[in-house]
Every structure is written in C-alpha cells, then in structure tokens.
C-alpha cells in the first residue's frame, strides 16, 4: 500500500518543468518555488523533511486538507540602506509543496518540528495500515462451530 499518492506521469512532467524553469505555478500572481522533500519510513511512521534554509519558523504554513499536505513559506531577502547588492543567487520569495498522502497514514496525528532550516513532519502509519499477525485456525475448528 502507498504511503504518498504518487502520478508517475505528472510527477516526471513535474520535475521537467523544474528543470527548465525553477518554479512551479503562482501564487496571488508571485512565482512560486518549489520546496525540496526527502520521505523516508521509519517502522510505524513516515517522515517528510523540506529544506527552508533562513526562513522563521513563524513564516511557514503547514495545512491537511483531505489527504493533500501543504506547505507554504515566504522568504525576503533585504539589503541595508547603506549596501549595494553586488550579487544575488538565493532564492526569495514564495516557497510551496503539496503532497498527496496515502489512506494508510494517520494525518490527525501529524506533528511538524522546525531545527536548522528543515521542516521535518511526522506522520503515523494508521493501526488499519500496520502489519499484524493473524491466526490460522483448524479444519477442527470449522467443523466444531458448523455442528
């Protein structure tokens, strides 16, 4: 069973289109730049980590709507009043990444910590979706409860 509903079409389409252009879509007509993910599972949980380098944690949103997680930042980059900028490669601006999460997560019980400009977010396994033992009963067994 999938963890994170995955399109592998759109997902390559995707990464196509970051390649060629950086960004992905607007927001309230802004660029908007997509945030890198890492996903790993961990026994009973699935954990997601974005990379957000210098952005507060008081800046980023984290939604649940339905099954899809958002996450949504703003970086602003400022030079002071007395500096001239001489160069700029860091990225400002809007940062966003939805992720489509599978029926076998508990997204009531997400928790999200912020440390060193990595939003990591943890997510249980639901108990329905866990491995469990089941117990193999006996042609005994059968013909004791059809009697």
Same mark, same amino acid.
């Given at each position: 069973?999938?963890? !994170?509903?995955?399109?592998?079409?759109?997902?390559?389409?995707?990464?196509?289109? =970051?390649?060629?252009?950086?960004?992905?879509?607007?927001?309230?007509? *802004?660029?908007? *730049?997509?945030?890198?993910?890492?996903?790993?599972?961990?026994?009973?949980?699935?954990?997601?980590?974005? =990379?957000?380098?210098?952005?507060?944690?008081?800046?980023?949103?984290?939604?649940?709507?339905?099954?899809?997680?958002?996450?949504?930042?703003?970086?602003?980059?400022?030079?002071?009043?007395?500096?001239?900028?001489?160069?700029?490669?860091? #990225?400002?601006?809007?940062?966003?990444?939805?992720?489509?999460?599978?029926?076998?997560?508990?997204?009531? *019980?997400?928790?999200? =910590?912020?440390?060193?400009?990595? !939003?990591?977010?943890?997510?249980?396994?639901?108990?329905?979706?866990?491995?469990?033992?089941?117990?193999?009963?006996?042609? #005994? =067994?059968?013909?004791?409860?059809?009697?």
């Amino acid at each position: 069973m999938s963890m !994170l509903a995955t399109d592998p079409v759109l997902d390559t389409m995707m990464r196509r289109f =970051d390649r060629l252009f950086g960004e992905r879509g607007t927001f309230e007509g *802004a660029p908007v *730049a997509t945030v890198p993910l890492d996903v790993t599972r961990h026994d009973d949980r699935l954990v997601l980590e974005f =990379d957000l380098p210098g952005i507060d944690p008081g800046d980023i949103d984290v939604t649940i709507d339905g099954r899809e997680l958002t996450v949504h930042a703003e970086r602003h980059l400022t030079v002071p009043e007395d500096a001239t900028r001489v160069r700029s490669e860091r #990225v400002s601006g809007i940062f966003e990444r939805r992720v489509q999460l599978g029926d076998s997560l508990d997204v009531d *019980a997400l928790t999200a =910590d912020h440390h060193h400009g990595v !939003l990591q977010i943890i997510i249980p396994v639901a108990a329905a979706a866990k491995p469990r033992k089941v117990a193999i009963g006996s042609a #005994v =067994d059968v013909e004791e409860t059809t009697n």
